[in-house]
C-alpha cells in the first residue's frame, strides 16, 4: 500500500477544517486536506430544487451513506439521511445561508451563569469570550462579513464597522424596526457571510441578490464559503493539497500514544496511507465522533480520546423555534400591499433581546436570537408545508389546489426563525451502529435525541415573541411549524473542550487530552451550541487552534 | 586498573550498544499500534438506478388516476396527467436511492385496488370520482401496528407528485412552465441563468 508523507493531514474541508489547512500552510507545514465529497465548481451550481435540494448534491442517499437515528429512550431507531451537514470541499458553508453571528459571553460561562440548572451535563468553555474575539475579527475580513450591528445593543463586537457594507434588506425590514420597537425589542441588521462588493484579485464576485441563497451555492463566488476563501488561499500557497472523495477509515496510532496518520480510501476505491506529525479532524461533531470511535486500537480499545467514556457524549445540535406567518395582499391597502409583492430576497433582521433571560427559562438564563425570512422560493418545499389539515388529516384535491392558489398568488409567508441553546444531555449522544453500515462497510453513527425541557421552554419564550411581532405585521394567520424542533446543520459538544479531562475530551489547546498530536477543529470541539448558528464559532475557533499549534511547532 | 584506551573502547562500545538499544527503542514506540479493524460489513457499489419497469401496468393505471384525483389542477392549472406527473414519478422511482419510494407506490396501488373492491366491489379506476373520493379518505387514515400503512404511504405519493408537479418541467418532459406561470413562481427557468431582482 502507498503512504505519503506530510506534516498535517486535515480530515474535513468546512469551517473546522479549512481555516487550519490555510494557517498551517501558510507558516510552511506541507498540509494535505482529505475530503469525503466532490468539489464543485460554480458550472456545477445549479439552482434546480430537485437537483440541487432533493438529491445527493449535499448529502448522501441513505442507502449509500445512513445514519441512524434514536428519537428518545425506546424509540424505534430509523435509518435516515438526517445529521449529514453537507459533503463537498467546503462542507456546509457552500450552501449555508451566512447568517454569521458571534456568541455572546454567556456562551462561554453558562454552567457558571446557571446554578439552578439540573439535569444537564454542562460545563463552561476553558477560556471566555475576549480570547475567541481577535479571531471573530480575522474571520470577518478574511472570509468576507458584510454588516451593521449599530443597531443592537446586546453583540459583543462593539461599534466596529465591518470589512463589507450591509446587504441590502427588503423594504419590510422597515415595518420590522417599527413594530419590534414599538414592542420593546431591537431589531438589527443580519450579519452575512456575503460580500457585498467585488474582490476581483481573489475571483470573487459581489452578492447579485438571486432569491435562491440558501441551500445552493454560488456561482461568483459572493458567499463566503471556505470553498471560494480558504481553501484557495491554501493552495495558492503551494504546500497545501486538497483531494476529493476520499473516504477516511481510520486515524493510525502510534505506540508511543501520537497519531501516525490515517488510512483512507480515494476516489479510486484505492486504500492508501498517510503518515502526519499533526492530525486534525474536522468532519463535523456527529462524524468527527464516528471517525474516533472507528480508530480503535490495542492501546485505545474503546476508540481515540474516550478513555473517559465522553467521545460522541455532550452532542447539541440547536434548538430551532419557527413560525410561518401569511400575509394576505387583500389585507393591505396600497402602496403596502406592492411593497409585499417586491421580490428582493432578504429580510435581513433579526432580534436578540431574548439573549439573555430574566426570569431564567426552567433555570436557564438565555435563550438566543430570532429573525425574520421570507419563506424560502423552492416551490416543493413551500407546497409540502400545505399538506396538513387543521385536523390533522392529509389535503389533497380540490382543496390542495385552493390552498396553492392562497399560498402562491394571495400572499406571501414571512417566516421567524430562532436559535436557542441545546443544553447537553446524557440522553443526547453519538455511538456506532452495530448493524447499519455505509458502503465502506463501516458502522454507520447512531444518534440518539434528546433535548432537556429548559431549552424547549426558552424557545417557546422567543416563539411566543416572534408571533406577536408576525401578527402586529400584518399575519392573518400565524403557524407554529417547530417550537423544540431540531436543527440538525448546528452541531457541537461531542469531542468538547475543557480543561478537565473527565468531562472533556480536547484540552483548550484544542488537542485529545490523551493524543497531543490530534485535534478536533470543527463543532464537536464547541461545548456549547449557543445562541446563534455556530459556524462563525467554529471558524474562530479553528483559526485559534491552529495558530496554537504553529506557535508550540516553532518553539 | 582501567587504562584511558581500554575505557573508550569499553565505554565507546556501551555507548554505542546503548545507542543502538534507544534506537530500536525509539523505532518501537513510533511503530503502528495494532488497529483494530472498524468494519463490519463487506464494501459495497453506490446505490444503483432500478434496472427494469418500476411499476406493472395495474400499478401504472391506479397510479395515473391517483394522481389527477390528489392533483386535479383548477380552470388554469393543469391537472397531473396534463403535467405529466407521472412520467416524472416513473423516473424517480427508477432513481437510484429511491427503491422504497417505488415499493411504496406499488404497494399503495394495491391497497388502492383492494379497499376499492372492499367497499364497491369494483376497482378503483373503475369508480365514480365519489367513490374514489372516499377510497382516498379512507387511505388517509392511518394503520399504526400494520406492516403497511396506507396514510404514511399516500402522503409520501403526493410529495412525489408534487415534485414532479412543482419541479422544473425538464423533469417529466412537460410543457414549458404552466405551472409556474399561474402560481408566480419566481424560481430561474434556465437553472443555470443569473435571476437578480430589479
Redesign the interface.
Known amino acids: 500500500m502507498k503512504t505519503e508523507t506530510f506534516d498535517a493531514v486535515v480530515v474535513g474541508s468546512g469551517a473546522g477544517g479549512a481555516p487550519v489547512a490555510y494557517v498551517l500552510a501558510a507558516s510552511g507545514a506541507r498540509v494535505l486536506v482529505l475530503e469525503k465529497g466532490p468539489r464543485y465548481g460554480p458550472h456545477d451550481f445549479?439552482?434546480?430544487?430537485?437537483?440541487t435540494c432533493?438529491?445527493?448534491f449535499w448529502v448522501p442517499?441513505?442507502?449509500?451513506d445512513p445514519h441512524v437515528v434514536v428519537e428518545g429512550p425506546g424509540a424505534k431507531p430509523s435509518v435516515t439521511h438526517r445529521g449529514w451537514i453537507s459533503q463537498c470541499v467546503g462542507g456546509g458553508t457552500v450552501h449555508m445561508s451566512g447568517f454569521f453571528f458571534r456568541y455572546h459571553p454567556i456562551d462561554f460561562e453558562l454552567r457558571s451563569r446557571a446554578p439552578d440548572l439540573t439535569g444537564t451535563t454542562l460545563i463552561d468553555w476553558p477560556f471566555g469570550y475576549a480570547e475567541l474575539a481577535p479571531y471573530y475579527d480575522r474571520v470577518e475580513k478574511e472570509l468576507g462579513v458584510s454588516g451593521d450591528l449599530s443597531q443592537n445593543p446586546f453583540d459583543p463586537r462593539g461599534g466596529d464597522p465591518f470589512p463589507y457594507p450591509p446587504v441590502p434588506t427588503h423594504p419590510i425590514s422597515q415595518w420590522i424596526d417599527a413594530k419590534g420597537r414599538a414592542r420593546g425589542f431591537h431589531p438589527f441588521h443580519v450579519p452575512r457571510a456575503i460580500i457585498t462588493t467585488p474582490e476581483e484579485a481573489l475571483g470573487r464576485g459581489a452578492c447579485?441578490?438571486?432569491?435562491?441563497c440558501g441551500s445552493y451555492g454560488c456561482e461568483n463566488a459572493a458567499k463566503s464559503s471556505t470553498l471560494a476563501t480558504y481553501i484557495p488561499r491554501a493552495e495558492a500557497t503551494g504546500r497545501c493539497t486538497v483531494r476529493e472523495r476520499c473516504m477516511v477509515?481510520?486515524i493510525?496510532?502510534?505506540?508511543?500514544?501520537r497519531a501516525?496518520g490515517v488510512?483512507y480510501v480515494d476516489a479510486s476505491g484505492d486504500r492508501r496511507r498517510v503518515e502526519a506529525d499533526v492530525v486534525i479532524v474536522a468532519c463535523g461533531a456527529i462524524e468527527s465522533a464516528r471517525l474516533l470511535l472507528?480508530?480503535?486500537?490495542?492501546?485505545?480499545?474503546d476508540g481515540l480520546g474516550n478513555s473517559a467514556g465522553l467521545v460522541g457524549k455532550n452532542l447539541c445540535l440547536s434548538s430551532l423555534g419557527h413560525l410561518a406567518g401569511v400575509m394576505h395582499y387583500e389585507d393591505f391597502a396600497e402602496p403596502e400591499r406592492k411593497l409585499l409583492q417586491?421580490?428582493?430576497?432578504f429580510v435581513g433582521r433579526a432580534v436578540q433581546d431574548l439573549y439573555e433571560l430574566d426570569p431564567p427559562a426552567q433555570g436557564l438564563p438565555k435563550a438566543g436570537t430570532f429573525h425574520f425570512l421570507w419563506a424560502h422560493?423552492?416551490?416543493?418545499h413551500r407546497?409540502?408545508r400545505l399538506?396538513d389539515g387543521r385536523d390533522g388529516?392529509?389535503v389533497?384535491?380540490?382543496a390542495?389546489?385552493e390552498r396553492?392558489?392562497e399560498r402562491?398568488?394571495a400572499s406571501r409567508t414571512l417566516e421567524v426563525e430562532s436559535f436557542s441553546e441545546w443544553l447537553p444531555t446524557d440522553g443526547c449522544f453519538v455511538e456506532l451502529d452495530?448493524?447499519v453500515?455505509d458502503?465502506?462497510?463501516?458502522?454507520a453513527a447512531k444518534i440518539h435525541i434528546a433535548q432537556h425541557p429548559a431549552s424547549i421552554a426558552a424557545t417557546t419564550r422567543m416563539v411566543d415573541a416572534s408571533e406577536t411581532l408576525l401578527r402586529d405585521l400584518g399575519c392573518r394567520t400565524v403557524e407554529r411549524i417547530d417550537v423544540g424542533g431540531v436543527t440538525w446543520v448546528l452541531q457541537s459538544g461531542t469531542c468538547r473542550m475543557g480543561a478537565d479531562p473527565s468531562t472533556s475530551v480536547t484540552t483548550p489547546q484544542g488537542n485529545l487530552h490523551e493524543i497531543q498530536n490530534l485535534y478536533v477543529t470543527d463543532g464537536g470541539a464547541l461545548p456549547t451550541s449557543g445562541g446563534v448558528p455556530n459556524t462563525m464559532t467554529i471558524l474562530a475557533n479553528a483559526l485559534r487552534v491552529a495558530e496554537g499549534i504553529v506557535a508550540r511547532e516553532r518553539a | 586498573m582501567t587504562t584511558r584506551r581500554t575505557f573508550l573502547i569499553v565505554g565507546g562500545g556501551v555507548a554505542v550498544a546503548g545507542s543502538a538499544g534507544y534506537l530500536w527503542y525509539q523505532r518501537?514506540?513510533?511503530?503502528?499500534?495494532?488497529?483494530?479493524d472498524?468494519?463490519?460489513?463487506?464494501?459495497?457499489?453506490?446505490?444503483q438506478p432500478l434496472d427494469f419497469p418500476p411499476f406493472d401496468e395495474v400499478a401504472e393505471r391506479v397510479l395515473t388516476q391517483m394522481y389527477d384525483?390528489?392533483?386535479?389542477?383548477?380552470a388554469e392549472?393543469p391537472s397531473a396527467s396534463e403535467a405529466q406527473v407521472m412520467v416524472y414519478v416513473t423516473s424517480m422511482a427508477r432513481?437510484?436511492?429511491f427503491?422504497e419510494v417505488r415499493n411504496r407506490l406499488v404497494k399503495l396501488s394495491r391497497w388502492l385496488d383492494l379497499e376499492s373492491r372492499r367497499r364497491f366491489q369494483t376497482r378503483y379506476t373503475d369508480l365514480p370520482p365519489e367513490g374514489r373520493?372516499q377510497v382516498?379518505d379512507a387511505a388517509?387514515v392511518a394503520e399504526s401496528g400494520r406492516s403497511f400503512d396506507p396514510?404514511a404511504a399516500?402522503?409520501l405519493a403526493?410529495?412525489a407528485g408534487?415534485?414532479g408537479y412543482?419541479?422544473?418541467p425538464k423533469?417529466r418532459n412537460a410543457e414549458p412552465f404552466t405551472v409556474?406561470n399561474e402560481?408566480?413562481?419566481?424560481?430561474?427557468r434556465d437553472?443555470?441563468m443569473?435571476?437578480?431582482?430589479s
Not at chain 1, 458502503?439 to 458502522?443: D, N, Y
Open positions: 445549479v439552482r434546480d430544487e430537485i437537483v432533493r438529491r445527493d442517499y441513505p442507502e449509500d447579485e441578490f438571486h432569491q435562491l477509515e481510520r493510525d496510532m502510534r505506540k508511543d500514544g501516525r488510512l472507528m480508530s480503535r486500537t490495542a492501546s485505545f480499545r417586491n421580490p428582493a430576497p422560493e423552492n416551490p416543493i407546497t409540502e399538506l388529516g392529509l389533497y384535491g380540490g390542495l389546489m396553492l392558489r402562491f398568488n452495530e448493524q453500515s458502503r465502506w462497510g463501516l458502522p | 518501537e514506540l513510533e511503530s503502528l499500534d495494532p488497529a483494530l472498524p468494519h463490519i460489513a463487506d464494501r459495497r457499489p453506490p446505490a384525483d390528489l392533483i386535479p389542477g383548477d392549472l432513481a437510484p436511492g427503491i373520493r382516498l388517509t396514510s399516500l402522503r403526493l410529495q408534487l415534485e412543482l419541479g422544473h423533469h409556474w402560481l408566480g413562481v419566481r424560481m430561474p437553472p443555470k443569473e435571476h437578480s431582482h
